[in-house]
């Protein structure tokens, strides 16, 4: 999500020990320059609100589900998993859903029960987290890693209290020829010549010796942009799912990974329920979450929201207005989380925003298009990604009645984001990449849980 503004400012006596520049895939060199913008799935400055912007490589993360550009992502499927039974060509009748209660979930697992997260004794449990985004971009690495160590900042989360991660990724980290770059070897010299997927297993580790949780996000296909479905032209299903796979397994009886989210904000020609093999991102949620649960079946499978559902345009992966009536049906019974994404105004000016009870009319909004699931019992609504720079008041409106709203209802999140190079956010951290935005802190601060067992 967001443009990922480049706040690197590299002094000459450690430049040696850093890999290459931050922000190479926005189509500068290898000099890191000093305050430059970034367009990482950012929105454009010249978006107006109705429609995704006009250059397809910046990506978008946080939209209005309106008038969205024509899908791109021309390649049918591929799947190498059972799509289901077919009653019509194109269409696809999904997975039956499980037949007893499914196993219990081991320890340092969770599990869901109704609208609730629990752990392995049956307690309710929140995720309150962070994303900490960077694997996705041509830097293969987490952002910030230019400025301090990798044990630094994980020590940082878990002093202000969050208790998970969310971390993006893009399907090109499981090429070796995409090394990871702007590390600064001299404060993170434990990761000098390691392949991206051995830092995600740093990270890992790192979150396992501070008792933190990992969800790891599906962000990208590539490393230039996020897409409108799971597949495009150069990242078939087949790779998407196989990818999951191998993380699986990679990751497998280690509590501390507690589940996938599938793809990040599916958009524009998504589709909810209608059967299509080629745009029905239910179906396709089944399919790539039953191919993960095959491998790793105590993972918890994290299903976003599409962006339309019939006239009806939300923001991109946020809306859920169909999943009751059209649910996911996973074969590991209680391993099933939906997700979706909300931000402010001054993302983008939705109609909510100038309506003359807001703020009060959210909770209506949010029970609409997903809050619906989490009020009936139908499953839990995990907040994956919002966002603010905090300074506007309708802004400050906005955050608290989210955050009231997911304490009300027992919801858990990740904050969007730990970052500070978010363009149209910000992030907790500051520029400096140390110090905290308090106020934006003390507002999300009020929605933590406890650490988790």
């Not at 929105?43 to 550009?69: E, H, M, Q, V």
């Not at 799509?83 to 999904?94: E, I, Q, R, Y």
């Not at 081991?106 to 985004?133: E, N």
């Not at 009319?361 to 609409?368: F, G, I, T």
Request: hydrophobic letters at 35%; proline letters at 7%; aromatic letters at 8%.
């Amino acid at each position: 999500m967001r443009a990922y503004a480049n706040q690197w400012k590299v002094a000459l006596g450690i430049s040696t020990c850093l890999l290459a520049a931050c922000g190479s895939d926005a189509g500068g060199g290898d000099d890191p320059g000093d305050g430059g913008v970034v367009l990482h799935d950012s929105l454009d400055p010249s978006f107006d609100g109705n429609s995704p912007p006009a250059d397809s490589a910046s990506g978008a993360d946080a939209k209005p589900g309106t008038d969205a550009t024509p899908s791109t992502d021309s390649a049918p499927p591929g799947s190498d998993s059972s799509p289901g039974t077919d009653s019509a060509p194109g269409v696809d009748t999904g997975t039956p859903p499980p037949t007893d209660a499914g196993p219990p979930a081991k320890s340092g697992y969770l599990r869901t029960d109704g609208a609730k997260i629990v752990d392995a004794s049956g307690s309710t449990v929140r995720l309150t987290g962070l994303s900490w985004f960077g694997m996705e971009t041509s830097n293969y690495a987490p952002h910030g890693l230019w400025s301090r160590s990798l044990g630094s900042m994980l020590d940082q989360v878990k002093s202000l209290g969050y208790n998970t991660l969310r971390i993006p990724y893009s399907n090109a980290i499981f090429d070796s020829a995409n090394v990871p770059n702007g590390i600064d070897l001299g404060k993170n010299p434990d990761l000098a010549k390691l392949s991206a997927l051995q830092i995600l297993d740093k990270i890992v580790a790192g979150a396992k010796a501070r008792g933190l949780k990992i969800i790891l996000d599906r962000h990208r296909p590539d490393a230039s942009a996020q897409s409108e479905l799971w597949y495009t032209s150069s990242c078939s299903e087949a790779k998407w799912i196989d990818d999951w796979k191998t993380l699986a397994k990679r990751y497998a009886g280690d509590p501390t990974v507690i589940g996938a989210d599938l793809h990040n904000e599916p958009h524009g020609p998504a589709t909810w329920g209608d059967g299509s093999t080629t745009t029905d991102w239910r179906l396709a949620a089944e399919r790539g979450g039953n191919a993960i649960l095959g491998v790793e079946p105590d993972w918890l499978i994290f299903v976003e929201g599409i962006e339309k559902v019939g006239s009806d345009g939300y923001w991109w992966g946020g809306n859920l207005k169909n999943a009751g009536a059209s649910p996911v049906r996973l074969s590991v019974a209680h391993r099933l989380v939906y997700s979706i994404h909300d931000y402010p105004s001054s993302v983008s000016a939705q109609s909510w925003f100038s309506d003359a009870k807001y703020p009060a009319n959210l909770a209506d909004v949010w029970d609409a298009h997903w809050g619906y699931l989490v009020r009936t019992g139908v499953a839990p609504v995990w907040i994956g990604e919002f966002g603010t720079k905090y300074a506007t008041d309708s802004d400050k409106k906005w955050l608290g009645a989210l955050v009231d709203y997911e304490v009300k209802n027992g919801l858990s999140f990740a904050f969007w984001s730990l970052n500070p190079n978010s363009g149209d956010t910000g992030g907790i951290l500051l520029d400096d990449w140390t110090s905290v935005a308090t106020d934006k802190q003390a507002a999300v601060a009020k929605g933590l849980a406890p650490m988790l067992p």
